[in-house]
């Protein structure tokens, strides 16, 4: 077993460590299928090699040649630490720094298994979310942060780490870029080819800037999408009774099942791969699991009988504190195809406030799906009950063809061979299983069942595939449905909230229970001080999220807590927990981050910002913007990709990491940091002409008089355009 010592001595090459292959009983990223030429196969196996010396090169070799033909990658396994990975405590560092000790302890979270997706290829979440494209990459990094001196700034190009280099004490620590290809060449093959020869590297969002807190992110987005959700779809307050519909339960969507839980309706989750299904069933985040459609549909009308019960079928949002109901299968059978069970999920299915039932499909049950699809359509068709409310879908659809959606017509074992051995055919039924799904979401949406795009390109890969999605006379961002940007978590955007986060780093969940008594505070002050009745409306949902969060124990790895703040809250909270470990009531320094999935980080037509109407939401000036500004106004880290929720060359996104250690100055670089983070969101938003937006950025500047920001006038005539256009 190494020591923290060991991993932070650079690569160990004297020994060698031993060769013990791909672990067993852990899940394993699907096979890829770069499709490299000869050359190009000499040309990766020769990039892999450059990390060591010539005396082992003849012995490593043909194991990594291997690894390129198996998996079609070189994950180099032989170097896959022996050592409990976790977050450790910051003082067990070997470093220099405290700064640097507190980029170990978010990667090393990063790479946990019970936080990370695919531990041994380095992948956190959404299937293909790299934390480092290979084990070398992950030692060096160890090995650069423990000799790192507060003059120098470590550079990664795409999990490669570039090395130490000169820079100042203002300046970031590490600097992070992940994809940044050449926009013609920023496609889907071409990226597969270059991540397999180890050049470029899949960061999504807050993998590959070393950022994520586990599912608690995501369970947190997913709760106040619920929330707002049914205050726009619904016109309530409470969802007791009402059920939700979706997909996924494996890297970030498997937080579905747990939201349901906390917002009380009925989550009915569709999951398609065993493991993931169980790992959620064992944190007690799904109640029941079941693999029977009949039994699905029996236990939802139970619940929705009793739904004082708030049970929950695994997946997304379950009934508070009660059960959660699991389909392992094919979503096809509840509503067609791999979509959501009312829509044919393209994973198993779960139904909020219900017990969750596991579902392992026999060859004579997976035939039977075939024979049952649309069965919540047969439903509706036959009883006249539209048994569903809200729908959405969580499969990692920005990577449809290799793992991040699996066809009704195969199943789990059969689709992971499939999409390795042929995966033309397996793209053909993928979207075979996108138009089913599509067809029976629209049915049931003739009911007053509600749908939206979780922001995982699912609309995006529907249209691709010819399903019924299209939206007349719409933009090239709208579809028949909306994505829950567009209609449901916008204006939030716009109005300066997002997903703001932090982690102790002290390891010790009492620094936690500190943090959360400060945000409380901070938050409550605030309402009793006078605050619009849009804000006061999220700062309660928050004030709720924290005391939910610590009652259904939300911290998976690293003690962190993430909520929705806007400018003032992140300003104010961050104040309060430097005053805290300045006065020692938290023991070690807080590293402050946020979700890219933000008011500013992210320049996503599909997603983020999909509610731009101008024009813009195609360029990136956003996202880049935020990225150097936040280096030039202290954050520690900061961190750009290509690529994200919605997939490669869809999407620009940056983030960052602000390491609070008690100082005046971290104070000060938080208010000047965190103010700019979101400023530029806003900024842009109300350009774009968004009326939230505009009256936000007004107040801010009349509050801070060293901003002053560009406002639009509105055309009040659209007779004068007509007129000059000749219309």
């Known amino acids: 077993m190494s020591s923290l010592q060991a991993l932070c001595s650079g690569l160990p090459l004297q020994p060698l460590p031993e060769n013990r292959g791909r672990q067993a009983g852990v899940p394993h990223a699907p096979v890829r299928t770069p499709g490299l030429s000869p050359a190009e196969k000499q040309l990766a196996l020769r990039n892999s090699l450059r990390y060591f010396p010539p005396d082992v090169q003849e012995l490593l070799a043909p194991e990594f040649a291997q690894e390129l033909q198996l998996y079609g990658h070189i994950y180099m396994y032989r170097f896959c630490p022996d050592i409990e990975m976790r977050a450790y405590p910051i003082e067990q560092y070997p470093c220099q720094t405290k700064v640097a000790a507190a980029i170990m302890h978010m990667i090393m979270n990063n790479l946990d298994p019970a936080v990370a997706q695919f531990p041994q290829e380095l992948v ?110 619904l016109g309530i307050e409470d969802l007791a009774g009402k059920v939700f519909v979706t997909s996924g339960l494996g890297g970030m969507s498997g937080a579905q099942a747990k939201a349901a839980v906390i917002v009380g309706c009925i989550g009915v989750i569709a999951e398609v791969d065993k493991a993931a299904l169980e790992k959620r069933h064992k944190q007690g985040w799904l109640m029941e699991v079941t693999d029977s459609l009949d039994r699905c549909i029996q236990r939802l009308r139970v619940l929705q009988l009793g739904r004082q019960q708030a049970l929950g079928w695994a997946g997304l949002p379950a009934a508070l504190g009660l059960c959660v109901l699991s389909c392992f299968v094919n979503l096809a059978p509840l509503g067609e195809g791999r979509c959501l069970a009312p829509s044919g999920f393209s994973r198993p299915l779960l139904v909020r406030g219900a017990p969750v039932l596991l579902l392992c499909p026999s060859r004579e049950a997976r035939k039977k799906r075939r024979c049952s699809a649309l069965r919540l359509v047969h439903e509706l068709d036959t009883t006249g009950e539209c048994l569903v409310d809200l729908g959405s879908d969580q499969t990692s659809c920005h990577n449809p063809f290799n793992g991040g959606y699996y066809p009704v017509q195969l199943s789990f074992t059969e689709a992971q061979s499939l999409m390795a051995s042929n995966p033309a055919v397996f793209k053909d039924l993928v979207q075979e ?4 799904q599509v067809s029976a979401i629209n049915r049931l949406a003739e009911e007053k069942f509600f749908f939206w795009d979780y922001g995982n390109a699912f609309l995006l890969e529907a249209q691709r595939a010819g399903a019924d999605v299209e939206k007349k006379g719409a933009g090239r961002t709208e579809f028949r449905y909306p994505s829950y940007v567009q209609h449901i978590m916008g204006d939030i955007f716009s109005q300066g909230f997002g997903p703001f986060r932090w982690v102790c780093t002290s390891g010790d969940p009492q620094d936690l229970a500190v943090t959360d008594e400060l945000a409380t505070s901070v938050l409550e002050e605030a309402i009793a001080d006078g605050v619009k009745v849009s804000v006061k409306l999220q700062y309660m949902d928050n004030i709720r999220w924290i005391q939910e969060a610590a009652r259904h124990r939300l911290v998976v790895g690293s003690q962190a807590r993430i909520l929705y703040s806007d400018q003032k809250g992140r300003v104010a909270i961050a104040v309060a927990i430097n005053q805290a470990i300045a006065c020692r009531r938290i023991k070690a320094p807080v590293v402050l981050s946020r979700d890219h999935h933000d008011v500013s980080g992210t320049d996503s037509p599909f997603r983020e ?56 100055e971290a104070e000060g670089r938080a208010r000047l940091m965190l103010s700019w983070d979101v400023s530029n969101g806003v900024a842009r938003r109300c350009w774009s002409g968004n009326q939230k937006a505009y009256e936000i950025i007004c107040q801010t500047m009349q509050e801070n008089s060293s901003l002053v920001v560009t406002l639009p006038h509105k055309v009040e005539e659209e007779r004068v355009l007509q007129q000059a256009l000749q219309l």
């Open 124 to 233: 956190t979440y959404g299937g293909n979310g790299q934390v480092f494209s290979n084990w070398a990459q992950f030692w060096l990094t160890m090995f650069y942060l423990s000799k790192m001196t507060e003059e120098q700034t470590l550079v990664m190009y795409s999990g490669h780490p570039l090395g130490l280099f000169p820079s100042s004490r203002s300046a970031p620590r590490l600097v992070i870029t992940n994809g940044m290809v050449i926009p013609n060449y920023s496609s889907r093959t071409e990226y597969e080819k270059l991540f397999a020869l180890g050049v470029t590297m899949y960061g999504q969002m807050t993998a590959g800037s070393y950022c994520y807190i586990g599912p608690q992110g995501i369970v947190h987005g997913t709760v106040l999408t619920m929330l707002n959700a049914a205050r726009r779809y």
């Open 609 to 664: 910002t999909s509610n731009i109407y101008d024009g813009s939401a195609f360029c990136a000036d956003m996202a880049v913007q935020n990225f150097v500004g936040d280096a030039c106004r202290g954050a520690t880290w900061v961190a750009l990709h290509n690529g994200g929720g919605v997939g490669w060359g869809e999407v620009i996104n940056g983030g960052f990491g602000l390491v609070l250690d008690g100082t005046p």
């Open 433 to 436: 299983s996108l138009r089913r």
